[in-house]
Each structure stands twice: as C-alpha cells, then as structure tokens.
C-alpha cells in the first residue's frame, strides 16, 4: 500500500490508537490525519520512505503516545531535542523515536 485507506476518516471521533506499519511505499502521511481528534497513540513503524509527519499533528491535542520505529528519513527529521522538526511534537507526553 502506498497510503492509507480513506475509510478510517469515518472514526475520526472516535479511533484512539493507529498502528502505521510495513508501509515500505508509504511517502507522506494524508492531511486528513490531523481530523483524529480521539486519538491517543499514535506507532508507525518500518516505513522506510515516510518523509514526515502531518504538519498539523498539533491538533491532535488527545495525543498521548507517540513511537516510530525504523523509519529513517522521520528519526533524522523528528529526532528529540535535535531534529528539525522536534518542536513539531515536543508537547506529546511520550515519545520514542529510533531508528532500529
């Protein structure tokens, strides 16, 4: 797959936690991200072509948990404290960003 199903709009309100994984085409995460009001954690993982994050993950202010687990292009872009996006996701109570 190379994005993600449109279906999952339709748990906006309600869809708390989203396993993003083995997407190995996957390049950008869709806009409508942002509309996840519930959710609360948030793991993408081995999605080695995903170049960012929404650049409104700000409003996903039920936002818990945040993981990304081999995905090197985000690590080098959301690395904590370092990366140049960092700030983009500082606020989320739990991060763990790395790259193995």
Request: include cysteine.
């Amino acid at each position: 797959m190379v994005t993600l199903p449109h279906s999952l709009q339709q748990y906006a309100s309600t869809l708390q936690t989203l396993v993003i994984a083995c997407f190995y085409e996957l390049e950008v995460l869709p806009e409508w991200l942002s509309n996840l009001s519930s959710l609360k954690f948030l793991y993408i993982s081995e999605c080695p072509k995903l170049k960012s994050l929404s650049s409104d993950i700000h409003r996903l202010t039920s936002l818990q948990v945040l993981q990304i687990i081999k995905c090197p292009e985000l690590y080098r872009k959301y690395e904590p404290q370092v990366g140049e996006c960092w700030p983009m996701i500082s606020h989320i109570k739990h991060t763990d960003i790395r790259n193995i």
